[in-house]
């Protein structure tokens, strides 16, 4: 057991030495602004047909599993709001980044721990590159940018999927459906779920890159450091979530 605390807590600091070195390699001159566009290309162009998707799908049966309890108790006009909400809090934000933590954190495992076996990133230094702020901060930086805009992205197709889905069984009117959407909304259900995206976008980034940078060698570790770069980061996900919850709740009423 104290061998395993060991472990964790040694894992925990050279992550956060990891990140700490983000930070100052950022402000440093000589930004790499094409290896940064082509990242924001790969993680947010190349996500949008799986979270549309999953997006539509999530309203769709948020829609079709609560309209029966609504109806219930006839309250099936605030379906809208209750999808709404519930998209645009918790599940959109919390679903996205789980996606992007499978597609994105392990891609990025798995394309820098190649190049760590395959002594490109040693080769760069050789070659006066840096390869932390070439391949790190580029790529850190794209998923803390791109992570939020995906979440609004899945927030408006989920909110359609619930229009969908509230159409199977009953006539809804589009501008009415966005007009009970709209009026539900307040800036403290919306202004926290997107900050805190931007806290997962770059977890997901700098832990696929960390596990990346840390692969030894042979191949095998290259699929280690992808499974370790999905784990770690779906985790640090959901410890996110928990902390902006308890924030969010502790500052304003909900």
Same mark, same amino acid.
């Given at each position: 057991?104290?061998?395993?605390?060991?472990?964790?807590?040694?894992?925990v600091?050279?992550?956060?030495?990891?990140?700490?070195?983000?930070?100052?390699?950022i402000?440093?001159?000589?930004?790499?602004?094409?290896?940064?566009?082509?990242?924001c290309?790969?993680?947010?162009?190349?996500?949008?047909?799986?979270?549309?998707i999953?997006?539509?799908?999530?309203?769709l049966?948020?829609?079709?599993?609560?309209?029966?309890?609504?109806?219930?108790?006839?309250?099936?006009?605030?379906?809208?709001?209750?999808?709404s909400?519930?998209?645009?809090?918790?599940?959109?934000p919390v679903?996205?980044?789980?996606?992007?933590?499978?597609?994105?954190?392990?891609?990025?495992?798995a394309?820098l721990g190649?190049?760590?076996?395959?002594?490109?990133?040693?080769?760069?230094?050789?070659?006066?590159?840096?390869?932390?702020?070439?391949?790190?901060?580029s790529?850190?930086?794209a998923?803390?940018?791109? #992570?939020?805009?995906?979440?609004i992205?899945?927030?408006? =197709? &989920? /909110?359609i +999927?619930?229009?969908? @889905?509230? %159409?199977m069984h !009953?006539?809804?009117?589009?501008?009415?459906?966005?007009?009970?959407?709209?009026?539900?909304?307040?800036?403290?259900?919306i202004?926290?779920? #997107?900050?805190k995206?931007?806290?997962?976008?770059?977890f =997901? &980034? /700098?832990? +696929?890159?960390?596990? @990346?940078? %840390?692969?030894? !060698?042979?191949?095998?570790?290259?699929?280690?450091?992808?499974?370790?770069?999905?784990?770690?980061?779906?985790?640090?996900?959901?410890?996110?979530?928990?902390?902006?919850?308890?924030i969010?709740?502790?500052?304003?009423?909900?």
């Amino acid at each position: 057991m104290e061998r395993y605390l060991k472990k964790q807590l040694t894992l925990v600091g050279s992550i956060t030495s990891f990140s700490l070195r983000f930070f100052k390699e950022i402000f440093k001159p000589g930004f790499e602004f094409k290896e940064f566009i082509r990242q924001c290309f790969t993680v947010g162009y190349q996500s949008l047909p799986l979270v549309t998707i999953t997006g539509f799908i999530m309203g769709l049966v948020l829609t079709i599993q609560s309209r029966p309890t609504m109806a219930r108790f006839g309250a099936e006009s605030l379906i809208p709001s209750m999808v709404s909400l519930s998209l645009i809090r918790e599940i959109a934000p919390v679903i996205t980044a789980l996606i992007c933590a499978g597609r994105v954190s392990s891609g990025i495992g798995a394309e820098l721990g190649s190049m760590k076996v395959t002594e490109q990133i040693d080769a760069m230094e050789v070659s006066a590159i840096n390869p932390y702020r070439y391949l790190v901060v580029s790529r850190t930086l794209a998923t803390t940018l791109m #992570i939020p805009l995906l979440v609004i992205y899945t927030d408006l =197709i &989920g /909110i359609i +999927g619930g229009f969908i @889905g509230l %159409n199977m069984h !009953s006539e809804s009117n589009l501008v009415h459906y966005f007009s009970h959407v709209f009026e539900s909304l307040e800036y403290v259900d919306i202004l926290p779920a #997107i900050i805190k995206t931007f806290f997962f976008g770059f977890f =997901i &980034g /700098i832990i +696929g890159c960390y596990e @990346g940078f %840390n692969a030894s !060698s042979g191949t095998k570790s290259v699929g280690k450091a992808a499974n370790s770069a999905v784990v770690l980061a779906s985790l640090m996900i959901f410890i996110i979530d928990l902390i902006a919850v308890q924030i969010t709740d502790l500052f304003f009423e909900l």
